[in-house]
């Protein structure tokens, strides 16, 4: 199994600014996934983040608004840009395991006034 | 990925048998049926996945119907620890082009009363 790190737990954010959630991950793993969790709903993928390449978004993600960057096997970020009370929302990272399985950060907590 | 259906809520009592059910009707041949929870205030954690079998893990066990249109998660013996949302989710491999991805339905909320 992977260890992993969100930074940070939690922030509250003024509208119209940028938060970059940082996530780490304790071994090298080729395929990390960004996922959002609005209040009371279930997890929704926003892109998949391989090094080497580019982001790749899903259907109602744009890289303007959620840019990503994967660095190498074991860091990646995600800006959440131009913030919205919309926004407001749980951020969790996942890294693929064996089996295809998934190993989940404990996610970031963002509240935007 | 094809569609799962799930029961919004279920609940057991503590140290009772648990069967969450899943259908997927539409299932293909080549998906696996993969269940995670997701415990209050964490992110998701894997629990057990197959494709024909039974399974079984230290966690729970997976039944899976002979047509594989329908699958049940049991926990053996319900702890307090066990009230989480449990997602069923169906991983296929159609070209490889959504090779990791998952796509989280609504799952089921398990509540566990002492």
């Known amino acids: 199994s992977a260890v992993i790190s969100q930074k940070p737990s939690r922030d509250i954010c003024q509208r119209g600014t940028s938060l970059t959630i940082q996530c780490q991950v304790d071994?090298?793993?080729?395929?990390m996934f960004w996922y959002r969790q609005q209040p009371g709903q279930s997890l929704t993928l926003i892109a998949t983040a391989n090094q080497g390449s580019e982001a790749t978004y899903e259907s109602g993600f744009v890289i303007d608004k959620f840019p990503i960057s994967r660095p190498n096997l074991t860091f990646s970020t995600l800006t959440v840009s131009n913030m919205s009370p919309e926004d407001s929302s749980i951020y969790l990272c996942s890294v693929a395991g064996v089996e295809d399985t998934q190993y989940f950060g404990p996610g970031t907590r963002l509240t935007v006034l | 990925d094809a569609k799962t259906t799930q029961p919004n809520s279920m609940e057991s009592n503590e140290e009772e048998p648990v069967h969450l059910p899943c259908n997927h009707s539409?299932?293909?041949?080549?998906?696996?049926i993969h269940w995670y929870r997701q415990l209050p205030s964490q992110g998701p954690e894997y629990v057990i996945h197959g494709l024909t079998s039974n399974v079984n893990n230290r966690m729970a066990s997976l039944a899976i119907a002979e047509d594989r249109k329908s699958s049940t998660l049991i926990l053996h013996r319900a702890t307090l620890r066990d009230a989480a949302v449990y997602y069923c989710i169906l991983r296929g491999f159609r070209g490889g082009s959504t090779l990791g991805r998952l796509y989280f339905g609504r799952g089921t909320q398990l509540t566990v009363w002492p």
């Open positions: 071994s090298q793993v080729t395929m």
């Open positions: 539409t299932i293909s041949g080549t998906d696996y």
